[in-house]
């Protein structure tokens, strides 16, 4: 399946073809076998048509994309013969296949195309937001339409809709470090279940946990208000909640904040330290004087193979140290030097269930 190959094969290797079809296309006018070739090919994955696109902007022969960046891939093979050749067509084929559209994505040098899979083929709807998504353990970075750039850690999806006034993401599940293009003419919106984030340009990092979200400020400057807030503004009721600065968290360099889902109040505190935040980005996780039962829970957000704590008078056990995001293992090993516990995989191996050394098996 398409898929598949996209996820063995490097985007190296596909801007590589791309540019191998663009050089063949141009020398001369193209057969009916290799048009059949050129649109066979960009109809494997959004990712050909994104590097092909890519590709064309630079030579400034795009020139077949409508004001609402749709796609018909039927229409951008012939218009490419046309760009490339003066107004020759290829030889049409003898059936003409049906029109394929992708729509809604953007179109920087590298630019970022959304892909849904509906049994095989690809699919993205005009005029909707797009969705960017990873599974458990995948982590990926998307070049957005405006130059900004989002990193998505493992398990996390989020929609993307520009508009000419402002610039809104949303983040469904999951944590997500954003580096955004500065643009005073366009704000930055970044929304969860628990809090709305407002930004110019700067590089902020969002999760959404379990029972509320936490924003820290890597660089620049961040505004941050709680949905229920918003919400309450919105109806011209506060039922005696304080609606200004109180409601409103302004945010530096260091600050991180923590709002929990439904509530008004901001818990704000300023770190030493941000490595621990964004090591993820690195597959990394550092705990510092952490309880194991929060380390548990962040191993598991990266691994199939999970991690189970059999007694609870464990969880209180603080550790500090550097692992590997997809290597609990490691972790096992230390547990197993540093503390009086034992690990015992489960009867079909997807649990390592961690028990005090004296606990009865």
């Not at 791309?18 to 141009?26: G, I, N, T």
């Not at 402002?166 to 999951?174: A, M």
């Amino acid at each position: 399946m398409a898929m598949n190959k996209d996820i063995t094969q490097s985007r190296q290797s596909i801007a590589e073809e791309a540019a191998e079809l663009f050089v063949d296309l141009r020398e001369t006018p193209p057969s009916r076998a290799m048009k059949e070739k050129f649109t066979t090919w960009l109809t494997e994955s959004p990712v050909h048509v994104e590097e092909y696109l890519a590709i064309a902007r630079v030579f400034g022969e795009l020139t077949h994309v409508d004001p609402k960046n749709a796609i018909d891939l039927d229409v951008l093979v012939e218009d490419t013969i046309v760009a490339l050749h003066g107004g020759v067509h290829a030889e049409p084929a003898a059936e003409p296949p049906a029109r394929r559209r992708w729509a809604g994505f953007g179109l920087a040098a590298s630019g970022l195309l959304a892909m849904i899979a509906a049994g095989g083929f690809y699919a993205v709807l005009q005029n909707q937001p797009l969705r960017y998504e990873t599974t458990l353990g995948e982590q990926r970075s998307v070049l957005l339409e405006d130059g900004s750039m989002v990193s998505l850690n493992t398990s996390t999806a989020i929609e993307v809709d520009f508009g000419d006034e402002s610039r809104h993401v949303r983040l469904l599940q999951g944590e997500a470090l954003f580096d955004v293009e500065k643009d005073a003419s366009r704000a930055f919106f970044v929304e969860t279940h628990s809090v709305s984030i407002r930004v110019t340009g700067t590089q902020f990092n969002v999760y959404e946990q379990e029972g509320g979200t936490a924003v820290t400020v890597i660089e620049g400057r961040v505004e941050v208000t709680p949905r229920q807030v918003s919400a309450l503004q919105e109806t011209g009721s506060s039922s005696g909640t304080v609606l200004q600065s109180e409601a409103v968290a302004h945010l530096v360099v260091g600050d991180q904040v923590l709002v929990k889902s439904g509530s008004v109040n901001i818990e704000t505190r300023n770190l030493e330290n941000l490595e621990p935040v964004i090591a993820w980005t690195d597959r990394r996780l550092v705990f510092d004087a952490t309880p194991l039962s929060t380390i548990v829970a962040e191993f598991n957000r990266y691994n199939h193979r999970r991690l189970v704590l059999d007694d609870a008078t464990l969880a209180t056990l603080e550790l500090s140290g550097v692992f590997s995001s997809n290597d609990p293992e490691v972790l096992i090993l230390f547990l197993e030097r540093i503390a009086a516990v034992k690990v015992v995989p489960s009867a079909d191996g997807s649990e390592l269930r961690i028990q005090a050394a004296l606990a009865a098996p």
